[in-house]
């Protein structure tokens, strides 16, 4: 693991475009049914109402939010980091730079410290040491610090006027990142879609490589780029920003990071808020399998959309236009301008990337049909987060495998690459494909504690019906196994609920800005 250079700015660009996509959405339903009603769209539905109705109070009191006393000595960076963030900041934000000092493997003192770099994000004229809100992203989407500069983007002006939004590196992205696999050996993984005998052994030897490679280059060793790292990460700054109660947001692996904090640490909760956080007692093969039976969900979704729009490419029908281009990739790989090979496999990687955020949507529809003309470079382009300069690739993969501790053997692979593909069509081979990455893997570090974080104020939990990262269910586990907690159910798609819809957004903004949280789960439509 290297030290990151302090004040150090990354030069890591994605080359994906976003445009955003109309979405009607309707209020929220509260009440005690398992199955509230919900708004269905129609061609007749009534406008939502411009007054919105006040949520009823929690029983529960949550701790009011506690200026920033940081001892981390941040500095204005918003020049510097501007011209090299796709998309841009939003206008109105000033960002400032500073690190964090941690142990490389708390597992391990001995093994030295490494630099974590962390953003303060706010609007230009807010108020000095607003409280801050921690914004902890998922390792497959945005796991850097940035992702609190994304959010800051997004969220209402109410919430920018409340906190400073907080971000933090995760271990092996931003300035620390992880960078030890061969070039040829992430392609492989990538590319993997064939589960007959040969290819599995010959997968086998490429993940083989990964672990080989990056522990002899890493001091610490691989052990460290786990999920429950990041928890004794949150609960360090959580001392240098100066808190007693920490409040915060975390999104997919970065909510169970903020569970495992949570569980750790319940007597320094604030206000927490976990956006589709994974099962917490979930192992695999059930992992994989959620996620290709979630992603399954989220491609519907997408086709639905699609189908919907009067310009959408990959009309009639945009399943059997998919299917049809991986059928072609799988013998004939279409060939780019620079050597690089568009291959059914990379082709999935894109379109699960896409899947994560409805406003890609358009995109990737022409991402997709591009390919179908003939040309790559779209489809090719969404993966250059992933597997670009200062890629995430490494990353992705160390946090996957260190967070599960059962390990497939190729055959019981191969076998359920078999049944998958028949149950789930698109994913379900190369979810299963997924696990022999992680089978030379060695098995994660302890098992995660696994109390209730009894004495944690009420945290509220968030769902998404069609999350392509991973069923909804894993938010109602997670609700489950802890002490105090309200579930808020969003029946749309995509990688974290808050804030896409202002159902949504109107139940996470009660409780972080003004303390409230529904007496009674809650149902947010599409």
Not at 42 to 69: C, F, K, R, Y
Not at 158 to 182: T, V
Not at 255 to 272: C, I, N, S, Y
Not at 296 to 325: G, N, Q, Y
Request: hydrophobic share 40%.
């Amino acid at each position: 693991m290297r030290a990151a250079p302090r004040g150090a700015v990354s030069r890591r660009a994605a080359a994906i475009v976003l445009l955003s996509i109309a979405v009607l959405l309707a209020g929220c339903t509260v009440g005690p049914s398992d199955r509230p009603p919900v708004a269905v769209r129609g061609e007749n539905m009534p406008a939502p109402p411009t007054a919105v109705p006040q949520l009823p109070p929690s029983i529960d009191e949550l701790p009011e939010p506690e200026e920033l006393a940081t001892t981390i000595p941040f500095y204005d960076c918003t020049e510097d980091l501007t011209p090299v963030i796709i998309p841009p900041p939003a206008p109105g934000l000033r960002i400032e730079c500073g690190d964090l000092s941690v142990p490389a493997d708390p597992d391990a003192p001995q093994a030295g410290s490494v630099l974590l770099e962390v953003l303060r994000v706010g609007s230009a004229d807010a108020t000095p040491n607003l409280p801050p809100l921690l914004v902890v992203g998922d390792s497959a989407g945005e796991p850097t610090a940035r992702a609190a500069i994304t959010m800051a983007g997004k969220v209402s002006p109410e919430l920018l006027g409340r906190y400073s939004l907080i971000g933090i590196d995760r271990r092996g992205a931003g300035e620390d990142f992880l960078d030890c696999a061969r070039p040829s050996t992430r392609s492989a993984l990538v590319d993997a879609t064939n589960s007959g005998e040969a290819a599995l052994t010959a997968l086998l030897e490429q993940a083989r490589l990964v672990v080989q490679d990056c522990q002899l280059n890493l001091d610490a060793g691989i052990g460290a780029y786990r999920t429950a790292t990041t928890s004794s990460d949150i609960e360090l700054l959580r001392q240098e920003l100066g808190v007693d109660r920490l409040a915060a947001v975390g999104v997919g692996d970065g909510a169970a990071a903020l569970t495992g904090w949570a569980r750790a640490q319940p007597m320094h909760v604030g206000r927490l808020v976990l956006d589709s956080p994974p099962a917490p007692d979930a192992d695999e093969p059930e992992l994989s399998e959620g996620r290709a039976k979630s992603a399954e969900a989220a491609f519907d979704a997408f086709a639905v959309a699609c189908k919907a729009r009067p310009d959408c490419p990959l009309l009639p029908e945009p399943r059997a236009a998919v299917t049809s281009l991986l059928d072609g990739l799988r013998t004939r790989p279409i060939l780019a301008a620079d050597g690089t090979r568009l291959t059914a496999g990379a082709t999935i990687a894109a379109l699960l990337t896409g899947l994560r955020d409805p406003d890609q949507w358009p995109v990737t529809a022409g991402a997709l049909a591009a390919a179908v003309e003939g040309d790559p470079e779209p489809l090719l382009g969404m993966l250059v987060l992933a597997l670009g300069p200062r890629g995430t690739f490494d990353m992705t993969l160390a946090t996957s495998c260190n967070d599960t501790r059962k390990r497939l053997a190729p055959g019981e692979i191969g076998g359920l690459a078999q049944q998958w593909k028949g149950t789930y069509p698109l994913f379900g081979e190369t979810m299963a494909m997924h696990m022999l990455a992680c089978a030379p893997w060695p098995t994660g570090g302890p098992a995660p504690v696994r109390n209730s974080a009894a004495g944690a104020p009420p945290i509220l939990v968030l769902g998404t019906a069609a999350d392509p990262r991973g069923p909804a269910e894993g938010a109602r586990r997670t609700a489950e196994s802890l002490a105090s907690t309200q579930l808020l159910t969003w029946q749309g798609a995509g990688t974290g609920a808050y804030p896409r819809t202002p159902c949504v957004q109107r139940v996470v903004d009660a409780m972080l800005v003004n303390g409230v949280l529904p007496t009674t789960a809650t149902l947010c439509p599409p």
